[in-house]
């Protein structure tokens, strides 16, 4: 099982960029699908972007255009771009990585890392 270690969030101005790193630590990040979330406060957990083993990705409408998920296996790391950043893109953003079907490989979550966007 991976360990998951998010960093890059802040405080920004809307229309501003961050960028979100997720780094693993551990063996068979190739194997793991991996997930962004966001939850705002008083609010579910959300998928907001997912990128397959594959390479393949995924997104939630409200973040697609401005939003980009990439993953680095040799660094074992996935990313979050974030531009044109909107007052409603304020959450905690969790990543997680879940093993792909077959390996026995399970889901793990990091802890988070805030984002907030206000002028």
């Known amino acids: 099982q991976v360990q998951l270690v998010e960093s890059g969030g802040g405080l920004v101005q809307p229309g501003e960029s961050l960028r979100l790193s997720c780094a693993a630590s551990?063996?068979?990040?190739?194997?793991?699908?991996l997930e962004w979330y966001r939850q705002a406060p008083g609010k579910q957990r959300d998928l907001v972007a997912r990128?397959?083993?594959?390479?393949?990705?995924d997104y939630t409408a409200s973040v697609k255009g401005r939003f980009t998920i990439s993953r680095d296996n040799f660094k074992s790391t996935v990313y979050l771009q974030m531009n044109t950043l909107k007052p409603e893109d304020t959450a905690v953003y969790y990543c997680?990585?879940?093993?792909?079907?077959?390996?026995?490989?399970?889901?793990?979550w990091g802890q988070g890392t805030q984002v907030t966007v206000s002028s």
């Open positions: 990128i397959f083993s594959s390479g393949n990705t």
């Open positions: 551990g063996s068979n990040f190739a194997f793991y699908n």
């Open positions: 997680r990585a879940v093993g792909m079907r077959g390996t026995g490989l399970g889901a793990v």
